[in-house]
C-alpha cells in the first residue's frame, strides 16, 4: 500500500506521527508491507512559495492507495485560502464524491448528553462532498456598492445524487450484515428547499424502492436532525445527506461522540483507480503546537477508517481486519484516558500513540 502523507499545520504533524505509529504496528501484526511518502502542502509551504497545491500535484497524488492528512490552518494565513485551495480543491478534484463520518461514542468518553452512553451512539453519516453551495456558484452583482447582489447557488444534481445514496445504501447494508439496524434516514428541508430537497427525496426512494428494498428508509428535516441526535441519538444508523447541511449536522454528531479529539472523518472515492483521504476533524489548534498535548486519537481513528475503507474497496480482508483492530484497540485505550481534551488526558500525544500500540 502506498499512502501520501500530508501531516499539514499546526498540531497536524504530532498526531499523523502516532496514527503512523499505531500503522506500523498494525502491519507488523498482520504481515503486510506498506510505502510512505511525506508531503509538505499546508500554511508555511503557502508562506514561503505562495502556492498552496498546483493542479499537476494534485493529479499526481492519484497515484497513492489513500491520503492520510492531518491538519490544515495557519495562523498568518487568511481563512479560506488553505481550506478552498488544498482541502476542497482534493475533494473535488480527486472527486471524493462521500465524506464519511461515523458517529460513536467510544467506552471511557465523557458525552456531554445526559444519560446517553456507547450503546445509544453508534451511527455512521454519509455526506456528499461535491456539490450543493459547496460548487462555488454564484457571485457578485455591483460588488463593493450599497446595491450590492451576492448569490450563491445550491446544485443538485441527479448523478451526483444517487451516487452518493448508491454508497449509502450499501453501507447500511453492510451494516445490517454486522447485526445492526441497516436503517438509512435521509436528512433534507422539502419543506423549504422545494427543488433541490426534492430531487433527493425522489432519487432516496426510487432508489431504496428498485435496488434496495431490504433496507428501512427515513426521513428527517435537517432542523428537525439537530433536535434529535441530541435526544434521542440511538434512532440512528446510517443517515445520508447533502454538503452544507451535512457539514453542520456533523459538528453536531462530533460532539455528542466527545468531541474533535477522537473524530475522524473520511474523503471516498469508491469508484474503481479512485483515492481516498482520511483526516480528524480538530484542526490545526496551533496554540497547542510542539506541547506534546494534543488527543491523538481521532487521528488514530482516521488511520483506522483508512485501512478499513481501503481494505473494503480493494476487497482486502486483511486491511479491513486491520483497521477494526484498530479500532479496538482505540477502545481499550480510551477508558484509561483521563478525559479527552488537550492538556487533559492525563498522558502525552506520544503515551496515548504508545498506549494504542499496546493494546494491539
Ligand atoms: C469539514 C470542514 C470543511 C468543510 C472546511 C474546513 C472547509 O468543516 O470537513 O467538515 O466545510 O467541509
Ligand atoms: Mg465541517
Not at 50 to 66: C, K, N, P, T
Not at 222 to 232: G, L, Q, S, Y
Not at 255 to 277: E, F, H, R, W, Y
Request: one cysteine or more; a negative charge.
Amino acid at each position: 500500500m502506498n499512502i501520501a502523507v500530508i501531516p499539514g499545520d499546526g498540531t497536524g504533524p504530532e498526531v499523523v506521527a502516532e496514527g503512523l505509529k499505531v500503522l506500523k504496528e498494525i502491519a507488523r501484526l498482520e504481515g503486510f508491507s506498506y510505502d510512505l511518502e511525506t508531503l509538505d502542502y499546508g500554511g508555511d509551504r503557502y508562506l514561503r512559495t505562495g502556492q498552496v497545491i498546483s493542479d499537476e500535484e494534485v493529479q499526481a497524488l492519484r497515484r497513492y492507495d489513500a491520503i492520510y492528512l492531518g491538519a490544515i490552518g495557519h495562523p498568518d494565513v487568511k481563512p479560506g485560502i488553505l481550506e478552498k485551495g488544498l482541502l476542497l480543491k482534493i475533494r473535488f478534484d480527486l472527486d471524493q464524491y462521500v465524506n464519511l463520518r461515523p458517529v460513536k461514542l467510544f467506552p471511557g468518553v465523557d458525552c456531554p448528553l445526559k444519560d446517553k452512553g456507547p450503546e445509544h451512539i453508534d451511527f455512521v453519516v454519509v455526506r456528499e462532498n461535491t456539490e450543493d453551495l459547496y460548487s462555488g456558484a454564484g457571485g457578485f452583482l455591483r460588488k463593493g456598492t450599497p446595491q450590492e447582489v451576492a448569490t450563491q447557488e445550491m446544485i443538485a444534481t441527479r448523478f451526483g445524487a444517487d451516487r452518493c445514496l448508491r454508497y449509502a445504501f450499501q453501507l447500511a447494508q453492510r451494516r445490517r450484515a454486522q447485526g445492526k439496524p441497516g436503517q438509512l434516514t435521509l436528512v433534507g428541508k422539502t419543506n423549504v428547499l422545494t427543488y433541490a430537497s426534492d430531487l433527493w427525496f425522489r432519487a432516496f426512494n426510487e432508489m431504496g424502492a428498485r435496488e434496495f428494498p431490504d433496507v428501512k428508509r427515513d426521513y428527517n428535516h435537517v432542523d428537525a436532525v439537530c433536535m434529535w441526535f441530541v435526544k434521542n441519538p440511538e434512532f440512528y444508523d446510517a443517515v445520508v445527506v447533502p454538503n452544507m447541511f451535512g457539514d453542520i449536522i456533523t459538528d453536531l454528531a462530533a460532539m455528542i461522540q466527545g468531541g474533535l479529539g477522537v473524530a475522524a472523518g473520511g474523503n471516498i472515492n469508491p469508484d474503481p483507480g479512485g483515492v481516498s483521504m482520511f483526516e480528524p476533524m480538530g484542526g490545526s489548534a496551533p496554540k497547542y503546537t510542539g506541547q506534546n498535548v494534543i488527543n491523538p486519537i481521532a487521528a488514530i481513528s482516521a488511520m483506522s477508517m483508512l485501512l478499513t475503507v481501503t481494505g473494503e474497496l480493494k476487497n482486502d480482508d486483511r486491511l479491513v481486519r486491520a483497521g477494526r483492530r484498530v479500532e479496538q484497540a482505540i477502545m481499550l485505550t480510551c477508558p484509561k484516558m483521563e478525559s479527552q481534551n488537550a492538556g487533559r488526558m492525563g498522558y502525552t500525544t506520544e503515551q496515548v500513540g504508545e498506549l494504542v500500540c499496546e493494546a494491539l
